[in-house]
């Protein structure tokens, strides 16, 4: 745990070793989150292959810290739905996150629990808000290359992904005719 | 104020233009803040030059939102201390701060109410973190290079330059034989 000021290099896709925490996902543990279940089936079976990694930095989960790291998003598809994070609110709703586009493009789908919805185009060198209250969901749009995003919240934030791995986000970002395309997620509306 | 997700393009030490507060510092702004004082007011005396300006996203000041713009330092001397920001605690003083330095090299000079002290460097492509309690001012050490760095920090934390603008830091940087030198502020025992 970090108490003290510190300086680290942000790592521009290569592999970073200084970081204090390294979460893996990988195609299993998004069960129930891509839209077409036979090629999720289908891919899985045949590897079940790193889907993102999350680089974070410890420091006290308090609120006034900030806790901040990096997460690279893989290119790849599932059926044509772009490889993406699992996406959650933060379990203190009302605290929002920063985001600095690092390298690759991509998408953030984001949406409020009463069900405004807003889908945001990024790329690397820009900066993309997420304010309170909104459930956040990282898409790497980009055939070949990774989506590395720099990220900064709260340090009492939390993740909530309850409700979007039960009902998922109310829009998908698929691929149609070669193009990143914002579509309705035909399974949310029977969500119970 | 922004109340939606945005997303904007970090200026890397070109003019932005999207910002939503630009504040400017210059020379008469930093009354008292330089050692040598000889040197400021005659420097004064011919240019009330820029030091520093701050780019803001204004988005609204509680907690749980997060602050967040681009703080550029341009390249000079008082004496042979370096241009730097005025600094500042924050008023809700259990309240963190990352910088994610854009461009340049620099100092950040860091202290805490019961006087610890640290100065750490930096340079393009670091993430340096500055933890609840601790004052912070940015100096360029570079002899031609703006300082450009990205900031984020909580909505609510606020800015107490007070004790900073009487009593200075505990830490100065200046140039010793044509390299960046911390020394104790030979000022900062006197004060009051």
Redesign the interface.
């Not at 609120?63 to 900030?66: F, N, P, R, S, V």
């Not at 060198?125 to 309170?132: A, D, K, R």
């Not at 900064?152 to 340090?155: E, F, T």
């Given at each position: 745990m970090?108490?003290?000021?510190?300086?680290?290099?942000?790592p521009?896709g290569d592999r970073p070793l200084e970081w204090d925490n390294y979460i893996v996902r990988t195609l299993s543990s998004m069960q129930g989150q891509y839209f077409d279940q036979a090629a999720y089936s289908s891919l899985l079976a045949a590897d079940d292959q790193l889907l993102y990694e999350v680089y974070e930095?410890l420091?006290p989960k308090v609120?006034?810290?900030?806790l901040?790291g990096v997460s690279i998003v893989h290119p790849g598809k599932v059926g044509n739905e772009y490889f993406m994070t699992k996406g959650h609110f933060h379990d203190?709703l009302?605290?929002?996150?920063?985001y600095?586009c690092m390298r690759g493009t991509g998408m953030?789908v984001?949406e409020t629990p009463e069900g405004d919805s807003?889908v945001?185009?990024?790329s690397a060198?820009?900066?993309?808000?997420?304010?309170?209250r909104?459930a956040h969901r990282s898409v790497n749009t980009n055939a070949t290359e990774d989506l590395v995003m720099?990220f900064?919240?709260?340090?009492n934030a939390g993740h909530n992904y309850g409700t979007i791995e039960q009902k998922g986000f109310r829009k998908l970002v698929v691929e149609q005719d070669g193009q990143p395309t914002i579509i309705d997620n035909p399974r949310w509306q029977n969500a119970s």
């Open positions: 970090r108490t003290l000021p510190f300086t680290l290099k942000l521009f930095i420091v609120e006034g810290e900030l901040h203190v009302e605290t929002g996150e920063v600095y953030m984001m807003q945001l185009g990024m060198g820009e900066v993309l808000y997420v304010p309170p909104w720099f900064i919240y709260p340090g």
